[in-house]
């Protein structure tokens, strides 16, 4: 009987311990409707976009080649290149990230890199996105067809692939809280197909492939706003449901974008991914 009471009270504690850490998430998701008790952060974004090609890093000595065999592997592995301008890219990334960032309720403040505040309080965060990258890729997919759940013939196939890369110093002047923040967003080429058997019982591949194109860089430069805006928020929420626990909440949360609703899980989800810095 002792056992049951025990166990009992251990589902009661766990209980309320949940129900305490669920209500510390819905408080800072509310606080952001109030422009008293809002979150606010400081946003400085760089003023230029790099570019990285896969294929042009496996060769050897690119630049030490002649000016026409450049041009020849650049008309070959070159879909994207340096055709996206780059103030249209940041502006449409920048612009994704504030509005759905004022959306979720967090106050952005624009500054330069030399205004930032010297201290800040627990509802203010400085956040600087030092580096943006546009990046070739070649990716693989493929189709198949099955006889008894089991893959009899493959077809694959390479696709071009364009990421655009998102680096971020969060609070960078505080040595204790200062953290190095990754996200990106990617697009391949559109490959949809099917295998069926033809005459003499042999495969038949058909397929259609749409492939990427320059302007392709601001949907995923848009997406990757959209994206960071929602890390950052999530970011927010859980150290602040961390704080309020002692860190004794052991889930994640995660705010649903179109719904408003907080997400749970035992899991990381939708985060930035964090990177190790040299000392």
Known sequence: MKKIKVFTLI????????????????DFVMRQFDTATCDKVYLIVTDRVLYANESLNLIENFN??????????????QIIGKKPL?????????????????????????????SLPDSLDARSHTLNIKQLEIEEFIA?????YYENDTAKYVYRKALNGVR?????????????????????????????????????????????LTRINPNDTYV????????????????????YVFNKTDGEDRHYYGI???????????????????LETEQ
């Open 11 to 26: 589902i009661v504690l766990l209980s309320l311990h949940n129900a305490f850490s669920q209500q510390a998430a819905k």
């Open 64 to 77: 030490d080649l002649d000016s026409s065999t450049q041009a020849n592997l650049l008309k070959e592995y």
């Open 86 to 114: 780059d103030s249209i890219l940041i502006a449409t990334f920048k612009n994704e990230l504030i509005s759905k960032l004022q959306y979720l309720g967090i106050k952005v403040i624009q500054t330069p890199a030399d």
């Open 140 to 144: 693989e997919d493929s189709i198949s």
């Open 164 to 208: 655009f890369n998102a680096w971020f110093f969060y609070n960078e002047k505080d040595t204790a809280n200062s953290l190095t923040l990754f996200c990106n967003e990617a697009i391949t080429d559109d490959f949809q197909g099917n295998i069926t058997m033809g005459k003499g019982n042999k495969p038949v591949v058909s397929y259609s």
């Open 220 to 239: 995923i430069a848009k997406e990757t706003g959209r994206e960071s805006a929602i890390c950052f928020f999530n970011l927010l929420l859980n150290k």
């Open 256 to 274: 649903d974008l179109k719904s408003g609703n907080i997400l749970m899980d035992n899991e990381p989800f939708d985060n930035f991914d964090v």
